[in-house]
């Protein structure tokens, strides 16, 4: 098992900065990739951005070079860092983790989300 506990959410203006962070813990060592996705109501819950145990990362179109997400294996945690910010961005993001199981199977864990709200 692997709980994942998110924060940094808040109201920013359009231009600014936020910085999400997700803290994991149980059973850490059995995580591959993690990411966070985001998800607006009545909509789909889409990838924001991915990494790698290795550093590799993954952006979707909308956020590329203006997103970072980063991974501080020490302290078991995964950031993203939001630059620029957009009313677009607007949603509640959530960390994912992912552990490798039986036959090919992947299980997923979610945090249970934190609201990011960009006003114009």
């Known amino acids: 098992q692997v709980q994942l506990v998110e924060s940094g959410g808040g109201l920013v203006q359009a231009g600014g900065s936020l910085r999400l962070s997700c803290a994991a813990s149980g059973s850490i060592f059995s995580i591959s990739a993690m990411g966070w996705y985001r998800q607006v109501p009545g909509k789909q819950r889409d990838v924001v951005a991915t990494i790698t145990p290795s550093g590799s990362t993954n952006y979707a179109a909308s956020v590329k070079g203006r997103f970072t997400i980063s991974r501080d294996n020490a302290k078991n945690t995964v950031y993203l860092q939001m630059n620029s910010l957009k009313p677009d961005d607007t949603a509640v993001y959530y960390c994912?983790?992912?552990?490798?199981?039986?036959?090919?199977?992947?299980?997923?864990?979610w945090g249970k989300g934190t609201l990011v709200t960009v006003s114009s």
């Open positions: 994912n983790a992912k552990v490798p199981s039986l036959f090919g199977r992947v299980v997923d864990y």
